[in-house]
């Protein structure tokens, strides 16, 4: 084993953490986006970096050592102390992080772990290959690889502010036949809170080693890094985009993530919030890249939009659409292997399949702020489907093909938003902001706030569904009037139900001081039939 290390002691001991509390220039004093950003920044930051490459017992991997030594040079450069570890037997791999997951609890900084080397899943527990694991059937493999289980134990325990786990380990499990893996690659596992937890391909695949001096994965993840200004879940989504269209597909990074603060590797000259003119104006300049990429037949666009806004007010928008154009082309990516049964996941979910005229919802609608009225029934009908729009009741309702809102009920009509995401997972955020207008004139310009907050089982009239809960929370700036705060919940069945299970919204202002509601209603499906 070598290990490149500051010594155990300088590892564990706290001292320096105090001088972390001063920001140098231009850091002090800057009012920043966001407190706890600052904090992030502030803090130590530690990094336990391993390469298995030379192993003894199954095949040695070409890449392993040189992605570690890499990202363990690029995380120095980024102000983290990196204990690099390469070619570890078990003993070693679990000393280092037991003295990793100590220094955090000890100094709580912010964390990074990474691992290159083999890697496999055994009834949907993820290990890692130490170099010395000998394994001649499944009774083997806790006993002689290292289960992510105690790492992740072992840094929730040390109530750090924030970490995150990078696994380059989805090569083909060497044991397979002897162990009878009945999946291949890792795992899905839901990242712990305050935890980015990322796979160099998606669970249950396996990616290439590579040819070069770096792996794909690893190589387009030290370019991102480096990249000033890009928060930390943007590196990542660049990184993923970077690899699937490297790769044709057949590789697609997957990263699960309950991370509630910003953090960059390398961070902006000055952390500072937009003038409200600012901020209207880089929106205007976003909308207008994305209107032209997305009308493209081209991916180019579309990637160029992604590149440059990973987490855009359109990025839902934009990452359906290039996979629409890609898949176009013959593309045909991989994914996620499905997670059912597995007690470490609530699974992923791509948005539902495309509407189809004919299909049929029937929601109750209850006014909350009418006590005592009885539900108003509203029955919507598929008579359209274009390339763009899915059109109910000959144009009363439309909604584009994610299901998104287009034109509601009550004439109003929005400029692009994007109210669901590409798929469903628990802990993906994203936001949007659009205009809404009647009759052509603009009533006032949205922003909302998303995330999946959980799965859950939900009852309403049509049935009992397995939901993903989505909570929003944003603002209507009106023309006339004072802005008004919004709040969604809403519960999805997608892959069961083309449409919202059940929806809460409240609309809430406070004029002359006193907080009102001003709209309240809850949607619940009555039934529902898919041609």
């Known amino acids: ?25 231009p850091w002090a004093g800057v009012r920043a986006q966001s407190e706890g950003a600052v904090k992030l920044l502030r803090a130590p930051k530690l990094a336990l970096v391993v390469g298995n490459a030379t192993y003894r017992s199954v095949p040695a991997l070409r890449n392993p050592g040189n992605d570690a030594r890499a990202l363990a040079q690029a995380l120095r450069e980024s102000g983290f102390e990196v204990t690099l570890v390469q070619d570890a037997t078990r003993a070693a791999m679990l000393e280092a992080i037991d003295a990793y997951a100590k220094a955090l609890a000890a100094r709580k900084g912010v964390g ?19 170099v010395d694991a000998r394994v001649a059937g499944a009774a083997d493999v806790p006993a002689q690889c290292v289960d992510i289980a105690g790492l992740i134990g072992g840094v929730r325990g040390a109530a750090n502010p924030m970490n995150v786990i990078i696994l380059d380990a989805c090569r083909d499990n060497p044991f397979a036949g002897d162990v009878g893996a009945e999946q291949k690659g890792l795992s899905q596992m839901d990242a712990p809170t305050g935890t980015l937890l990322a796979y160099a391909t998606a669970p249950g695949n396996t990616a290439d080693d590579g040819t070069g001096a770096n792996g794909l994965y690893t190589e387009n993840l030290l370019r991102e890094m480096k990249v000033r200004d890009a928060k930390i879940e943007d590196v990542f989504k660049r990184v993923r985009l970077g690899v699937r269209r490297s790769s044709g597909g057949r590789q697609v990074p997957w990263e699960s993530t309950s991370l509630e603060e ?51 007010r359109f990025a839902e928008l934009a990452q359906v659409r290039l996979d629409a154009v890609l898949a176009a082309q013959g593309e045909r990516p991989v994914e996620p292997v499905p997670a059912q049964g597995n007690p470490f996941t609530a699974g992923t979910v791509r948005t539902g399949a495309k509407a189809r005229v004919g299909d049929r919802l029937s929601y109750d609608v209850v006014d909350r702020l009418a006590w005592g009225s009885k539900p108003a029934r509203l029955d919507l009908v598929v008579t359209a489907v274009t390339d763009a729009h899915v059109i109910f009741n000959d144009g009363l309702v439309v909604r584009d093909l994610m299901g998104n809102q287009v034109r509601t009920k009550n004439g109003q009509e929005y400029t692009p938003r994007q109210d669901h995401p590409v798929e469903y997972a628990v802990g993906r955020k994203w936001t949007t902001r659009y205009d809404v207008s009647v009759k052509g004139v603009v009533q006032g310009s949205v922003t909302m706030d998303f995330r999946v907050a959980a ?12 939901c993903f809960r989505v909570e929003g929370h944003g603002i209507n700036r009106r023309r006339q009037g004072p802005p008004v705060d919004v709040y969604i919940t809403r ?14 919204e409240v609309r809430r202002a406070a004029p002359a001081g006193h907080v009102k509601d001003l709209f309240s209603e809850r949607m619940e499906l009555v039934s529902f039939e898919h041609r």
């Open 1 to 25: 084993m070598k290990t490149d290390s500051f010594p155990r002691r300088r590892f564990l001991q706290g001292s320096l953490a105090a001088a972390s509390l001063f920001l140098p220039s």
């Open 112 to 130: 990074l772990f990474y691992f290159a080397g083999h890697g496999l899943q055994l009834q949907w527990r993820n290990y890692l290959l130490p």
């Open 262 to 312: 910003d953090f960059y590797f390398v961070p902006p000259e000055r952390l500072r919030r937009l003038s409200a003119e600012e901020e209207e104006r880089e929106f205007r300049e976003e909308l207008a890249v994305f209107e032209k990429a997305r009308q493209a037949k081209d991916p180019v666009p579309l990637e160029q939009y992604l590149r440059r806004y990973p987490s855009g």
């Open 455 to 466: 799965r859950e089982t939900v009852t309403v009239p049509a049935g009992t569904f397995e």
């Open 491 to 504: 519960w999805n069945a997608p892959g069961r139900v083309r449409g919202p299970v059940a929806i809460e």
